[in-house]
């Protein structure tokens, strides 16, 4: 009779505490799931390394993001996920749960900003974005040209080493990292497209045909008309022709280019002027997008040795210099006279 008694006595006890436990469970779930304090428009949140879980808890808790930090905390702890925290920046959305968080933060789904390097940019440029960039960890001194030693010992000047692209980067990450990202892109892709270049090409390594593309690039930005841009300089270099490319003059001048390029510019002798000197600058002049370093290794085939400006961003070539002559009046002189008309 005891006996029974006791089973019963016991398994009422059971009963009782796996009541209590799922009442308590249930009650945690939908306190982890109800929807956590964030504007509208979401919010950033940065979780330092070092960090403990109990420290988490009370910092969302004092910043008003969740009302419950013990369950909050209890909850990490019994899931395990306490020890696989990942310190970064977070992105907490409206209609996200405390739940969403520890999960987002056991994941390591930090946020990632995007550093964009435009094609056609020199050196200076990308400098320039970069030190203006926020969340960036700026570690880079760039006074002189000493820095390009932490990227490659390779090459001895920066210019065109950088591939054209949206780098994607985390808070206080380093300058060093992303031009690293984008020194191994340029890399790759070149290789890649020297191993399937056209046969027939005389360069005498990739950065030949790097410093060919950054020319390319800044000749036209029209991708069906690249290849033939970069027919007409390996044709003038295969005649050993001075390539006259106006971007080479420019980019020699530096500084001193105010927007116009006279006569006197193009007489005016600098290791870029292509009007004075022949053959290849002994860099490139821009970062040259993957379109221009296909063209550059793939250049078409034809007879034209010049080309002039149209004025609306395309080019007439020509295969004799009398027929250049006549598109330079035709595309440049009367174009300038009609400006003139117009003013006066």
């Known amino acids: ?32 799931t109800r929807d956590i304090n964030v504007p509208p428009q979401g919010m950033l949140y940065d979780y330092k390394p070092g960090m403990s879980v109990k420290s988490l808890s009370s910092d969302l808790k004092q910043k008003q993001i969740i009302k419950y930090p013990r369950v909050f905390e209890i909850y990490t702890r019994i899931t395990g996920r306490a020890t696989s925290l990942h310190a970064g920046e977070y992105r907490f959305a409206q209609g996200m749960s405390a739940r969403d968080i520890i999960r987002q933060i056991s994941a390591g789904k930090v946020v990632l900003h995007p550093f964009k390097i435009i094609e056609g940019w020199n050196i200076h440029d990308l400098i320039a974005k970069l030190q203006a960039t926020e969340n960036i960890e700026h570690t880079m ?40 990202r984008a020194f ?3 890399q790759k892709t070149l290789t890649k497209a020297w191993e399937n270049k056209s046969p027939e090409l005389q360069y005498a390594d990739p950065y030949q ?3 060919v593309a950054s020319i390319v690039e800044k000749e036209t930005s029209i991708l069906d008309e690249q290849p033939e841009i970069a027919g007409v300089l390996v044709r003038r270099l295969n005649h050993n022709m001075r390539l006259q490319m106006d971007p080479t003059v420019i980019y020699g001048m530096g500084a001193k280019f105010n927007g116009n390029i006279t006569k006197a510019n193009l007489q005016t002798d600098t290791p870029y002027n292509t009007y004075t000197r022949r053959g290849l600058p002994p860099t490139p002049i821009a970062m040259p997008s993957r379109e221009a ?17 149209k004025g609306d961003g395309s080019h007439c070539f020509s295969d004799t210099l009398e027929e250049h002559n006549k598109a330079v009046v035709k595309y440049i002189l009367r174009t300038k006279e009609q400006d003139v008309d117009e003013q006066s």
Do not use: C
Request: proline fraction near 3%.
């Open 141 to 180: 001194d760039f006074s002189n040209n000493d820095w390009l030693i932490f990227i490659t010992t390779e090459y001895t000047h920066p210019e065109g080493l950088f591939m054209p692209d949206t780098y994607f980067y985390t808070k206080d990450e380093s300058d060093q990292i992303i031009l690293q």
């Open 209 to 211: 045909a790097l410093i």
């Open 184 to 186: 191994n892109e340029m």
């Open 293 to 309: 370093i296909y063209a550059a290794l793939h250049p078409e085939e034809g007879t034209s040795l010049f080309f002039v400006a």
């Open 1 to 32: 009779m005891r006996k029974n008694l006791y089973k019963k006595t016991l398994l009422h006890a059971t009963i009782t505490l796996t009541g209590i436990a799922l009442l308590a469970i249930t009650a945690l779930m939908f306190i982890l």
